[in-house]
């Protein structure tokens, strides 16, 4: 299978087009189903963080007119 093959596939199990391609018929609500539930849960793999920091000065009221 060719690249863009492989990418037009992509899109149509692409869950914000995922209505658009059953719509047209290039998909069942079915196989979408089935896709979803073949791929590998990786919610352990997730990365999570804390607040972001703020950028250096962004306290600073120098700039501020009082």
Request: net charge negative; no cysteine.
């Amino acid at each position: 299978m060719s690249r863009d093959t492989e990418a037009k596939n992509e899109r149509l199990y692409d869950k914000r087009t995922v209505d658009r391609s059953i719509k047209k018929g290039l998909l069942t609500r079915k196989d979408f189903e089935k896709h979803v539930k073949a791929l590998d849960d990786v919610a352990d793999k997730g990365v999570y963080g804390g607040p972001q920091e703020e950028p250096a000065g962004a306290d600073d009221d120098s700039t501020s007119s009082e």
